[in-house]
């Protein structure tokens, strides 16, 4: 996997108390199988379908390898504690011209409840406003999450309203929140 070693300006790693956040890299390519294959992880992501083997999870980390070309990047969450990758987060359909990206994050099931997401998403968000230039941040959840729309209203975002039938999986329509931060507001906080 080739990194634009500009990547590293704009995306660099990033630290919480108990987490160090990196890039995505080909070392995770077990952990990003088992994770993006386990059913609890999986229970709310209805905009793909499990993954189902290593080729998949390798497609994973390789497109998230350039993120000025592919307008995405991934940080994989570690456990300072450990060196335990616990999940993943960062930025998805980041659009440039319009300053404004969706967030994504993930969470092995083990780590629930105990404030890993929000913590990694912190300076995630600020990394967002402050080197990737955004002005809006958006997260789309299920409905039926209710920890992430804890974890999002937590962070300080708003529900705009409810997305019908805005994905579809294994034969199936599902509705989501449409969830937004503004740079105005997060420097308010």
Known sequence: MTNNPNSLLTFPPLETDRLHLRLLAD??????????????????????????????????IHSFADPEVNNRIRWAMVR???????????????????????LGYDLSADYWGQGYTTEALRPVIENGFERMG???????????????????EKLGFKQEGCLRDY???????????????????????
């Open 27 to 60: 070392e995770d390519i077990d952990f990003i199988f088992h994770h993006f294959s386990d059913p609890d992880v999986c229970r709310y992501l209805m905009d793909e379908p499990p993954v189902a083997d290593l080729a998949e999870a390798e497609a994973i």
């Open 80 to 102: 300072k504690s450990d060196g335990q990758v616990i999940g993943t987060c960062g930025f998805h359909r980041w659009e440039k011209d319009y300053f404004h990206a969706e």
């Open 134 to 152: 955004l002005n809006r941040i958006e997260a789309f959840i299920y409905i039926e999450n209710q920890g992430s729309i804890r974890v999002a």
């Open 167 to 189: 994905f579809y999986l294994d034969g199936k329509f599902y509705d989501h929140y449409l969830y937004s931060l503004l740079k105005r507001d997060w420097l308010q906080k």
